[in-house]
Nanobody, 123 residues
Framework: EVQLVESGGGLVQVGGSLRLSCAAS????????IGWFRQAPGKEREGVSC????????YYADSVKGRFTISRDNAKNTVYLQMNSLKPEDTADYYC????????????????WGQGTQVTVSS
């Protein structure tokens, strides 16, 4: 059974940091790109960042570039999203998703999804 489990969300003040984790099981993790998406209340889900399975290439949305860092540990079947300098507009439910091989920035390209973890940035 494929599982993606997010953790690390919570309440943080403006300017603070959080590290989200996405633990995967049930598929060959090394062969899959992992993406992070977020959905704020009343808004559509948007792509935040993703990392490929092959060459480690990454993508960041303009809104998080320079503040968020994605990384993966294939030995632990886990992808991390380090979020620094958090802003109120980063408040959302964060989801990780998996797709074979390369980066994709749109959610319909991803077949496996986690249940999400909530991030709240208070001012």
């Amino acid at each position: 059974e494929v599982q993606l489990v997010e953790s690390g969300g919570g309440l943080v003040q403006v300017g603070g940091s959080l590290r989200l984790s996405c633990a995967a099981s049930g598929f060959t993790f090394d062969d899959y790109a992992i993406g992070w998406f977020r959905q704020a209340p009343g808004k559509e889900r948007e792509g935040v960042s993703c990392i490929s399975s092959t060459d480690g290439s990454t993508y960041y949305a303009d809104s998080v570039k320079g503040r968020f860092t994605i990384s993966r540990d294939n030995a632990k079947n886990t992808v991390y999203l380090q979020m620094n300098s958090l802003k109120p507009e980063d408040t959302a439910d964060y989801y990780c998703a998996a797709r074979p091989l390369g980066i994709a920035t749109v959610q319909h390209e991803y077949g496996y999804w986690g249940q999400g973890t909530q991030v709240t940035v208070s001012s």
